[in-house]
C-alpha cells in the first residue's frame, strides 16, 4: 500500500496527483486494483476467515487502500487547486471512486455475506482485542443499516439512490465553493471601514469598489461598516451564494433521502441518519434542542435588550422592534467597544499569524507532550502551503504530516476545515505508520506593510481546526477506520471545541499574543476586558447554532416533497423571533453542512456540551499541564473511534459527563 511507503516528504509529494491526465490514468488504475482485492476476500473460504484477511482487510478497502488515498487527494484536490481542469478532474474522479465505493463496498451483498460468515464463524472463537471486537459489531450495523438484509432487487435500487445522492451532495458542495459573487459600491458607502481595509479592495472600471462575499470581506463589513444599504446588499450577497442552483439541488437532495430511509425501513431520512450516533433518535435530538433553546433563548432576549438599549446611528429597528439581520454584527461590534472598550481591529494587531502558530504549536507541545518542527516544501499546489512535522516529546518517533493552507484565493474551499489524507496507525508491536493531513482556513492576508493579523476569531477557528488535526495526528489505533477523528460525528467536534476554550485563560492569552510592532502581549486591562466580554453574546450564539440544528432536522425528517425556503421561514421567527432576516436570507443554498452532516448539526452542540466538561475538569489540573494531557491523550484522541465515546468521556473524567459547565458557560 503507498500509504505503508512515506518515509519523507518527498513520498508525500509523490502522491498529489500533478495533471488532469494522471488523475484519470490513476483512478483506473486503483480501481482496478482495489476490485481484485475486494474479490479476493470475497473469494475465501468460511473455514479460513481470520480477522486478518476478512475483517483488517475490509478495513484497509476503505481506510488505506491505495484507492481510498487517492480518493481523499482528489478531495483536497477539488477543494484547493488553483487550476481549473485540475479540479474538475478530480471531481470526476471523486463522482468514479464514490460510486465504486457504493456499488462495490458498502452495498455489496457478498463482502457483507463474506464479513457476516467470519462475524458470526470464526470470529466467536478468534482472540481478538477491544478494538477489534467493536469494528466488526459496528461494521455489521453500518452494514444492515445500509440495506444489505433487503432482497437483491430493493438493494440495487438503494444503490442507485446513493449514487445519485452522492453526486447531487458534491455538485451542492462544489456550488457554494466556486460562487465568486460581489458587489460594487462608492466610497461612501464604506464609511466606517479603514482606509487600510479599503486600500486591499479591488475597482471596478469606473471607480467603484468591489466587496466579495468570501468570509473575511464579508465579517469585516459585517461588523464595521456605518452605512446600513451596504451591510444590507453585500449580507444578501452572501446569503445568496449558491442560489437558485443549490435550491433545486437540496430539494432533490431530500426527496431522494427520504425515499431511501423508507426503503430502508425508517420514518424519515433523521431517523436512518441519527441511529448510528452518540443521541440514537430524532427524538432525543429534538428534546437536546428544546432544552437548549428554552435555557438559552433567556439569556438571547438579554443581550439583545442590551444591544438595542443604545442604538448607534446607523441601526434602525424595525416597525415592530426587532433587529434587521444585517445589523447584527454591527450592533455587537459597537456595542464591545462601548462596554468592553474592546476594538477587535487593535486587539488584532497582538496576533500576527506567524508568532500565533508558533505559541499555539507551544501550547499543544507542553499539553499534549508533540514535538513540532516545520520543514520547507514546495511545489505544492499553492505556494504558499506550508508542512509541520509533528513527533513525540523527545522527537523519536513521528506521529505524521500537517500541511497548511492558510489565506483565501479564488476558487478555495471558502471555510475552515482540516480534511484527513492518511490515518495514524500503531501497529500491535508499537510501530507507526504517520498520518497526514491539511488544516485550511481563509485567514486575512497580509498587506504591504503588516503581516497577516489574525482577529480573535480567527485565532479561535486556528485552534478549532489545529484540534481536529492533532485528533488525526496523535491517533493510535491498529484500524485505519477506527483513526483519530473517525468517530461518531456528534463526537467529532469536541476535541476541537475544547481547544478553543484556552483562548479565555488569561496565562494563554498573555502567552499567545505578541504586538506585531512592539513585541509586548495584550495589557492586563485588555485580557480582564475580553474574559469578561465572554458571556456577553453567549444566548445569542447558543439560540443560532439551535436554530440551524434545528432546520437540519427540520429538512430531514418525514417527508419528501419540501420548500427549504418556507421551512426556514416558518422556523425563524420561532427560534429568533427578534430578527427580521427580509426576503433573501437563502440560508438553505449555502449551508453546506447540509449534505454531510445532513440531520446531525446539532452535533456541534452535543459534542460542546462535552468538550466544556472536560475543558473544566482539565482547567483544575492547569491547562499546561502534561500529566492530565497525557491522560488526554491516551484516553480520548489516541482511541479515536476504537470504543463508544460514552466509554471514552467517562474513562477521562471517572464520571458520566454532566451538562453543569455548558449551561455556566452561558452565563445563565
Ligand atoms: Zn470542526
Same mark, same amino acid.
Given at each position: ?80 487547486? =488553483? ?32 464479513? %457476516? ?14 478494538? &477489534? ?30 449514487? %445519485? ?37 479591488? %475597482? ?112 434602525? @429597528? ?104 492518511? =490515518? ?20 486575512? &492576508? ?31 489505533? &491498529? ?73 437540519? @432536522? ?71 499541564? =502534561? ?29 458520566? =459527563? ?11
Amino acid at each position: 500500500m503507498l500509504s505503508e511507503r512515506i518515509n519523507s516528504v518527498e513520498d508525500i509529494k509523490q502522491l498529489f496527483p500533478k495533471t488532469p491526465q494522471e488523475i484519470e490514468r490513476d483512478t483506473a488504475q486503483y480501481l482496478e486494483q482495489e476490485q481484485k482485492a475486494i474479490d479476493a476476500l470475497i473469494a475465501i473460504s468460511k473455514a479460513e476467515r481470520t480477522f486478518a484477511n476478512t475483517a483488517k482487510a475490509l478495513d484497509d478497502l476503505v481506510s488505506r487502500s491505495d484507492l481510498s488515498l487517492k480518493e481523499t487527494l482528489f478531495a483536497v484536490t477539488e477543494y484547493l487547486h =488553483p487550476d481549473k481542469a485540475m479540479r474538475d478532474a478530480a471531481h470526476t474522479a471523486l463522482e468514479k471512486t464514490q460510486a465504486f465505493g457504493v456499488e462495490q463496498i458498502s452495498n455489496n451483498k457478498k463482502l457483507y455475506e463474506a464479513f %457476516k460468515a467470519y462475524a458470526e464463524g470464526n470470529a466467536k472463537t478468534e482472540s481478538l482485542n477491544n478494538e &477489534q471486537r467493536y469494528f466488526i459489531e459496528e461494521t455489521l450495523k453500518d452494514f444492515k443499516r445500509a440495506g444489505l438484509d433487503l432482497s437483491d432487487e430493493k438493494l440495487a435500487q438503494v444503490r442507485e439512490l446513493k449514487k %445519485k445522492l452522492q453526486k447531487l451532495s458534491m455538485e451542492f458542495s462544489r456550488t457554494i465553493a466556486q460562487d465568486e459573487s460581489s458587489i460594487a459600491v462608492t466610497r461612501d458607502a464604506l464609511c466606517g471601514l479603514s482606509d487600510e481595509f479599503i486600500e486591499t479592495l479591488k %475597482k471596478t472600471e469606473d471607480e467603484n469598489y468591489i466587496l466579495g462575499v468570501d468570509y473575511p470581506t464579508y465579517f469585516h463589513v459585517a461588523e464595521y461598516c456605518a452605512y446600513e444599504p451596504t451591510r444590507k446588499q453585500l449580507f444578501e450577497a452572501f446569503s445568496s451564494r449558491a442560489y437558485p442552483i443549490n435550491e433545486q439541488i437540496l430539494k432533490d437532495i431530500i426527496a431522494l433521502r427520504h425515499e431511501l430511509a423508507q426503503m430502508l425501513g425508517y420514518e424519515s431520512f433523521a431517523a436512518l441518519n441519527l441511529e448510528s450516533q452518540m443521541i440514537k433518535t430524532p427524538e432525543r435530538a429534538q428534546e437536546f434542542l428544546n432544552d437548549l433553546h428554552e435555557k438559552a433563548a433567556i439569556k438571547d432576549s438579554l443581550e439583545l435588550d442590551a444591544f438595542i438599549a443604545e442604538l448607534p446611528e446607523s441601526v434602525v @429597528l424595525t416597525a415592530d422592534q426587532k433587529v434587521k439581520a444585517w445589523d447584527q454584527s454591527f450592533l455587537k461590534a459597537c456595542y464591545k467597544q462601548k462596554h468592553f472598550n474592546i476594538d477587535e481591529q487593535k486587539i488584532a494587531e497582538y496576533f500576527p499569524m506567524e508568532n500565533t502558530i508558533a505559541q499555539l504549536l507551544d501550547i499543544y507541545r507542553q499539553f499534549l507532550g508533540v514535538e513540532f518542527k516545520e520543514v520547507p516544501v514546495s511545489g505544492m499546489w499553492d505556494k504558499d502551503v506550508k508542512l509541520i512535522q509533528v513527533y513525540n516529546n523527545d522527537g523519536s518517533e513521528l506521529y505524521g504530516y500537517l500541511f497548511l493552507d492558510l489565506h483565501p484565493r479564488p476558487n478555495k474551499y471558502s471555510h475552515a476545515c482540516h480534511i484527513g489524507i492518511v =490515518p495514524a496507525i500503531k501497529r500491535e508491536d508499537g510501530s507507526r505508520l504517520p498520518a497526514v493531513s491539511v488544516v485550511v482556513a481563509n485567514f486575512t &492576508q497580509p498587506t504591504k506593510d503588516k503581516p497577516s493579523l489574525l482577529k480573535r476569531t480567527e485565532v479561535s477557528t486556528f485552534f478549532h481546526e489545529f484540534g481536529h488535526a492533532l485528533h488525526a495526528q496523535l491517533g493510535a489505533t &491498529q484500524l485505519g477506520s477506527c483513526a483519530g477523528t473517525h468517530v461518531k460525528t456528534d463526537f467529532v467536534e469536541m476535541p476541537s471545541q475544547m481547544l478553543e476554550e484556552w483562548l479565555w485563560d488569561k496565562d494563554i492569552l498573555k502567552k499567545v499574543s505578541k504586538h506585531y510592532k512592539t513585541g509586548e502581549s495584550l495589557p492586563d486591562e485588555t485580557i480582564d476586558n475580553i474574559i469578561a466580554m465572554k458571556r456577553y453574546d453567549s444566548g445569542g450564539f447558543v439560540t443560532r447554532q439551535v436554530m440551524l440544528a434545528q432546520y437540519a @432536522l427540520d429538512l430531514f425528517n418525514a417527508g419528501a416533497q419540501k420548500d427549504p425556503y418556507a421551512v426556514l421561514y416558518e422556523l425563524l421567527p420561532k427560534v429568533l423571533p427578534r430578527i427580521e432576516y427580509g426576503s433573501k436570507y437563502r440560508l438553505f443554498a449555502n449551508f453546506g453542512h447540509l449534505t454531510g452532516y445532513g440531520a446531525k448539526y446539532y452535533g456541534y452542540l452535543w459534542s460542546k456540551v462535552f468538550a466544556l466538561d472536560l475543558f473544566d475538569t482539565i482547567a483544575q489540573h492547569g491547562l499546561l499541564n =502534561p500529566e492530565i494531557g497525557n491522560r488526554y491523550v491516551t484516553e480520548i484522541l489516541a482511541k479515536g473511534g476504537s470504543a463508544d465515546p460514552n466509554e471514552l468521556l467517562k474513562n477521562f473524567l471517572g464520571r458520566e =459527563p454532566r451538562q453543569d459547565a455548558f449551561i455556566r458557560d452561558l452565563g445563565l
